[in-house]
């Protein structure tokens, strides 16, 4: 199994993290909202290797931000566990995970502090935890934004810039803290799909260059297939795979791949079983979230 | 410097200012035609033709510049408007955030607060001028309950509005509860703390002079009894003029208020000015 993932990885990544793996064992999340058990997720299971981009697609309301909320320490868990890199993050005993520099959430609508700057933004995470002296940190920041395109906004607060630079500004803030995972939950939804094709690219790019395992939530089947290494359908609540399907298509990857056959060829092959779950989803009444 | 300045220039001779010119001279020109209906038209209009004109009111108003207790009326109107402001913000806006953070101290507190809070400040009173020392003392307590309810208000709604993400992200990227405090929920509250604070500028206006008012104008008496007081004497002496200039004495004063906290609270929170 191992030599086969080791296989894999060698084919698939050109970035080869060897940090952040991220094991989900037969977790079941049930909310309790007055009494009445609901299952937001049920019984899954799902490896994804380090350096992996890992694309969680379902309808909206499935579960699938639960299960990101629980990886990222913000949400408990019922049961089951979650570990990194082999180490315990939530499990028996400990049903909620610290929240962690090494985990970090980019979030639908965007959680920069609009009454910082961007630069203040970005500098944040390394403020915090006291890593580096203060002149390092804004240097680092500096260059950090300057490899993202973000020169010249780093005096503006976030509400100045366009919501593309904005969303932009916080990837750029999360790799600030070194993160070995990074958990976007549905980044691109609130953007056109000119402003989305480019912050595609700009992902892939900074993916590229940086050594970090992606967990990404999306209902856009055409973006998961774009960047994902692996697609990962989930069924409407409760949540669990229903369909795992490895997107062959060799990165580096730029977005003439999105009118390539195989592209094609993919998108029939999973939309059929995206839109069942939705319809299911719909008729269920899920509401958002 | 030079283009602060510039700006300043555009402001004042822009359309808007010059609406708001024209607004005010047919406002007044109005008001004037009004007052002297009987002189003029040969009959008085209703209410207006009652209203001491503006060239009397600016003629009574030109004599007063020069006398010491008018201008100490502003200037004890003033202090009390402030002393009562400042001492409802410095009480309101951390027992506000208290509130918001601890749900404990907000069970404890709330309800007495919400049962206090509907009585108005002038049936406060009697009450104050029972519980205080001094005149001068009751006068800023009153003051003071009119701005405090507000600003607390403001605080509770701001800080307990703040979006969880915020929270979230900054845990995540290893800030303390501290730090979460003082770098998450302060700036986050500002805006409210903004809002509550000139919204509770122009109450504590209304409530000083009521207050001046009723309680005869506080301990130096006379004629230098703040402008509500100097509004009051006007009345028992016959000076309609004077009414007429205590009451635009008052209400340049809360304007001149409101835009100081204006510019200040636009100081405190540049993420909110339009660039």
Redesign the interface.
């Known amino acids: 199994m191992n030599a086969v993932l080791e296989n894999l990885r060698s084919r698939r990544m050109p970035n080869i993290a060897t940090q952040g793996a991220i094991r989900i064992d037969d977790v079941v999340k049930i909310y309790d909202p007055d009494g009445a058990a609901v299952m937001a997720v049920d019984h899954c299971s799902l490896d994804i290797p380090a350096g992996e981009i890992c694309m969680i697609v379902g309808p909206s309301g499935c579960g699938k931000t639960t299960l990101l909320n629980a990886i ?3 949400h408990s868990i019922t049961s089951g566990s979650i570990s990194m890199d082999g180490q315990l993050l939530c499990g028996p005993g400990k049903p909620k995970a610290e ?3 090494d ?3 980019v ?1 639908q ?1 965007g ?1 920069l ?4 700057t961007n630069l203040e933004n970005v500098a ?2 390394p403020l ?2 006291g890593k580096l002296g203060k002149k390092e940190i804004y240097e680092k920041a500096r260059s950090m934004m300057a490899d993202a395109g973000l020169s010249g906004t780093e005096d503006n ?4 810039v366009s919501s593309g630079l904005r969303r932009r500004v916080e990837i750029v803030r999360a790799l600030m ?1 070194d993160p070995k995972v990074l958990l976007f939950d549905e980044p691109y939804r609130a953007l056109d799909s000119l402003t989305k094709s480019v912050m595609h690219e700009a992902l892939l790019e900074i993916y590229y260059k940086n050594k970090v395992t992606i967990f990404f939530i999306t209902h856009d089947l055409e973006e998961a297939i774009f960047l994902g290494h692996r697609l990962v359908i989930m069924t409407s609540r409760p949540c669990k795979p229903k369909k795992i399907l490895e997107v062959d298509i060799p990165h580096p990857r730029d977005y003439s791949v999105l009118t390539s056959p195989r592209f094609r060829e993919l998108m029939e092959e999973t939309s059929a079983v995206v839109h069942e779950e939705a319809k299911k989803s719909f008729a269920a009444g899920e509401k958002e979230g | 410097m030079s283009k602060s300045i510039a700006r300043l220039k555009n402001r004042l001779f822009s359309r808007a200012s010059l609406r708001a010119c024209i607004a005010l001279v047919v406002f007044v020109v109005l008001w004037e035609i009004g007052s002297r209906s009987k002189q003029w038209l040969g009959v008085s209009l209703p209410w207006i033709g009652q209203v001491p004109a503006p060239s009397a009111v600016m003629s009574v108003w030109g004599d007063l510049l020069t006398n010491r207790g008018y201008w100490e009326s502003w200037y004890l109107s003033l202090v009390r408007v402030l002393a009562g402001f400042i001492a409802a913000m410095v009480v309101g806006i951390p027992l506000g955030l208290l509130m918001a953070v601890s749900k404990t101290f907000s069970g404890l507190t709330f309800p007495t607060f919400e049962v206090l809070r509907p009585i108005p400040p002038l049936a406060w009173v009697p009450v104050a001028i029972i519980f205080w020392p001094t005149q001068e003392l009751s006068i800023a307590f009153v003051t003071f309950l009119g701005a405090f309810f507000t600003v607390v208000i403001n605080v509770v709604g701001g800080a307990k509005s703040i979006d969880s993400r915020y929270f979230q992200a900054a845990q995540a990227m290893g800030a303390s509860q501290w730090d979460i405090f003082r770098r998450v929920v302060l700036p986050a509250t500002l805006p409210s703390i903004v809002v509550g604070s000139s919204v509770g500028m122009g109450i504590t206006w209304n409530v000083v002079v009521a207050a001046e008012m009723i309680s005869g104008g506080g301990s130096s008496g006379g004629s230098g009894g703040g402008l509500g007081f100097f509004i009051w004497n006007s009345y028992v002496g016959g000076s309609y003029e004077q009414i007429v200039v205590g009451m635009i004495s008052i209400g340049i004063a809360g304007y001149a208020c409101s835009e100081v906290l204006r510019a200040v609270g636009g100081l405190a929170t540049p993420w909110l000015r339009q660039r």
């Open positions: 990222a320490g913000f929240p962690g520099s985990r970090i959430v979030f609508n959680a502090f609009p009454w910082k944040f995470g915090m935890q607060f976030p509400g100045e803290n």
